[in-house]
């Protein structure tokens, strides 16, 4: 199948997906590394190329970078946050941050105008960030439009790329895109490739399922400009109020859960729209009991229940017809409301901190 990092692609089996694209099993490292965060522990991320390295190089505190993008293009919502997550996670390990926005990307592919990115960049994600854990010590954070800090090699960089590919290849790759996408997609490369003109050869870059096309693009381009091959770690996307084959999507305000959501926006959207694995009536699910596993509010709430036990019950009662639908939902609305409650907190002193992370 070909995976397309603009557009949504349901994806149907992951196991086929990782063995036609020659991605890694993460479960060895799931279970190696300690402190994971849910999303890591609760086996969000399941795919990775080459991330021995990183896990090298955490055993044996040296030096490494993390790497990721962000799309400015809406609403910070739940599934943004399992990316950050996992972003500050490496951060509190050690490793330096670089973090982009993919402001040219926007324009290019999305028409969204440069100081609407950035207002969406900072409003929106970096606000949230910080509200997360975000710290401003060992980060990079830069605009794609700017550049970071060798701002003219990180230039030169993108454009250099283009020799080392065909159009060919790019074919292979994605299909048939315009100018604009290519484009994007060497950034994207440049990007992923910088730490490494900065000296910091081990790079790792959590990426979702979407973006494994550049990827791939951009290890291919790294090894015939004789960089280091970037690690990467593949994470399903987190599907959206509509069922687990759907997309969490900042178009669509029924789909997602945002972090700025309220407290009663929050329980609407869960009772009216969270897909249920429940039976039709009380006295089926008595009987047959419910399906945890494609019921979006069992899936969302594995990443807030940190107890495994009570998670574990949870599962269990809902399987066997203890558990109901509307109960369930009840433990997932006061679960994020909870969270909301303190992030608001958060995110009110976060605003004021914004201007020490926008500082060059
Ligand atoms: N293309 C990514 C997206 O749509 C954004 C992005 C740009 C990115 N450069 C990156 C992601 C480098 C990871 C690494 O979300």
Do not use: C
């Not at 292979?172 to 315009?178: F, N």
């Not at 060497?186 to 399922?209: C, H, N, R, S």
């Not at 036990?309 to 369930?328: Q, T």
């Amino acid at each position: 199948m070909m995976l397309n990092p603009w557009e949504f692609k349901e994806v149907k089996d992951y196991n086929k997906l990782m063995k036609e694209f020659g991605i890694n099993d993460f479960s060895e490292y799931k279970k190696r590394l300690k402190n994971t965060p849910l999303e890591i522990r609760r086996g969000l991320v399941i795919g990775h190329k080459d991330f021995h390295k990183i896990y090298e190089s955490i055993a044996k505190k040296k030096k490494f970078a993390v790497l990721t993008g962000l799309m400015p293009s809406g609403v910070f919502h739940l599934g943004h946050m399992t990316v950050i997550n996992q972003v500050i996670y490496y951060q509190k390990l050690g490793a330096k941050i670089y973090l982009l926005v993919a402001d040219l990307e926007a324009q290019l592919t999305r028409n969204i105008k440069e100081d609407e990115a950035r207002k969406i960049a900072i409003e929106e994600y970096l606000i949230n960030y910080i509200a997360l854990g975000l710290k401003n010590k060992n980060l990079n954070f830069y605009f794609q439009t700017k550049g970071p800090k060798k701002v003219q090699e990180y230039m030169n960089l993108s454009k250099l790329a283009s020799a080392k590919t065909t159009f060919n290849e790019i074919k292979t790759i994605y299909g048939d895109i315009t100018p604009q996408k290519f484009m994007s997609a060497l950034t994207q490369t440049a990007d992923i490739l910088y730490p490494q003109l900065e000296g910091i050869k081990t790079t790792i870059t959590p990426v979702g399922f979407d973006q494994h096309p550049h990827a791939s693009f951009t290890r291919d381009i790294a090894s015939r400009m004789g960089f280091s091959l970037p690690a990467f770690t593949f994470h399903k996307l987190l599907p959206g109020l509509q069922g687990i084959k759907t997309k969490m999507s900042s178009s669509k305000p029924e789909s997602y859960i945002a972090l700025t959501d309220d407290e009663k926006t929050v329980e609407t959207k869960i009772k009216k729209y969270a897909f249920s694995g429940g039976r039709d009536t009380l006295e089926e699910h008595r009987k047959k009991g419910g399906n945890p596993d494609i019921d979006i509010s069992y899936q969302y709430l594995t990443l807030f229940e940190e107890n495994d036990k009570k998670l574990e019950e949870i599962y269990n009662s809902y399987k066997s017809g203890n558990l109901l639908s509307g109960e369930l939902k009840s433990i997932l609305i006061e679960k994020i409301n909870r969270f909301l409650k303190e992030h608001r907190k958060k995110r009110e002193k976060a605003k004021k901190q914004i201007n020490i992370f926008l500082r060059e």
